[in-house]
């Protein structure tokens, strides 16, 4: 079973429209990531949490909102949709330490029409 | 001034050669480097990693630190096809929440 998994893969939605992103992670990780891909402007992050009890806002955070039940569950949501959020989308995770190394889930594709 | 610049490429290299893929950053006071792999609409998968000064070899890939002149590099030996995606190079320093800072990445292409 993959360590970071991400629901749905794919989605197709409609401007205005409220849309919830999953993502779980096995690896017993603290820090759990958001970030956004598009084309020519590389991985940029939405938001991060370093435990449940913290939540930090990233370069892009206007627009989006993230809830982390739990150490394994990071949510993101778009409240109310808009085409320039058609993107990939990605979550990861780290270790807290020296190494910070990120691992990533398989990603979302997000089309706002 | 970009924070960690790689070169767009794309890099075309012919199978079986060598690939220099190369990464630049402003703030000296980095301690982490990685690189990542990424395909076409997948996400990206780490390569190497490498936190001192010199190089870092592991099976095809070496990764080269050189902190005094601010510039990390990869390097793959026997190039194949596989190899062809985008390499995303990505630095973490001190400061800054300790978040990585991404480059925007450099386009391999392995021709056979």
């Known amino acids: 079973d993959a360590d970071v998994t991400q629901t749905p893969r794919n989605r197709i939605t409609k401007t205005g429209k409220r849309i919830m992103l999953e993502c779980s992670q096995t690896?017993?990780?603290?820090?759990m990531y958001w970030y956004r891909q598009d084309p020519g402007l590389g991985l940029r992050l939405i938001y991060y949490?370093?435990?449940?009890?913290?939540?930090n806002k990233g370069e892009i955070s206007d627009g989006y909102s993230v809830s982390r039940q739990a150490q394994a569950k990071f949510s993101l949501s778009l409240e109310s949709a808009i085409p320039n959020q058609t993107a990939l989308y990605f979550c990861?995770?780290?270790?807290?330490?020296?190494?910070?190394?990120?691992?990533f889930g398989p990603g979302t594709r997000l089309t706002v029409l | 001034q970009k924070e960690v610049e790689q070169n767009s490429g794309p890099l075309s290299v012919p199978e079986g050669a060598i690939a220099s893929l190369n990464c630049t950053y402003s703030d000296r006071g980095s301690q982490s480097f990685f690189w990542y792999r990424q395909y076409s609409g997948k996400s990206p998968e780490l390569i190497m990693s490498?936190?001192s000064n010199g190089d870092k070899e592991d099976g095809r890939f070496t990764a080269q630190l050189n902190k005094a002149s601010q510039y990390v590099s990869l390097l793959i030996r026997d190039s194949q096809p596989s190899d062809s995606a985008t390499y995303l190079c990505a630095v973490i320093n001190a400061g800054n929440n300790r978040k990585l800072i991404w480059g925007l990445g450099t386009s391999l292409a392995v021709n056979p």
């Open positions: 490498i936190y």
């Open positions: 990861a995770t780290s270790d807290y330490g020296f190494t910070d190394t990120q691992y």
């Open positions: 690896k017993g990780h603290d820090r």
């Open positions: 949490s370093f435990d449940v009890k913290d939540i």
